[in-house]
């Protein structure tokens, strides 16, 4: 069992920054872990996932060059640094964690454990 949560999201204006943090607890020895978004009547979207180690780092295309993801020094944390916000960004962000695969999916259909979301508003 994997618990998620996260914190940090909020509110700011266009071009500027926001950074989010996960915290996984429970008892799992390891797993991928991504965030995921989803904006009122969308369907949830991959923003970027990093495998267990930390080493493969995975962005969607409509973030990629914009944000950045990091494992904490505990393993079981997770960041996202979120630069050049666009109002697009605006969405429910959630944590998931995958204790099957070491490089995590960029789907939600994989993951069996989720946050319960934090909110991201981006203002023009």
């Known amino acids: 069992q994997v618990h998620l949560v996260e914190s940090g999201g909020g509110s700011v204006q266009a071009g500027g920054s926001l950074s989010l943090s996960c915290t996984a607890s429970?008892?799992?020895?390891?797993?991928?872990l991504a965030w995921f978004r989803q904006a009122p009547g969308k369907e949830r979207e991959f923003v970027s996932g990093i495998s267990v180690s930390g080493g493969t780092k995975l962005y969607g295309d409509s973030v990629r060059g914009r944000f950045t993801i990091s494992r904490g020094n505990n393993e079981r944390t997770m960041h996202l640094r979120m630069d050049s916000l666009k109002p697009e960004d605006t969405a429910l962000y959630y944590c998931?964690?995958?204790?099957?695969?070491?490089?995590?999916?960029?789907?939600?259909?994989?993951?069996?454990?989720w946050g319960q979301g934090i909110q991201v508003s981006v203002s023009s």
């Open positions: 429970g008892s799992f020895r390891w797993a991928a």
């Open positions: 998931a964690a995958d204790d099957q695969r070491v490089v995590p999916a960029q789907s939600p259909q994989y993951f069996d454990y």
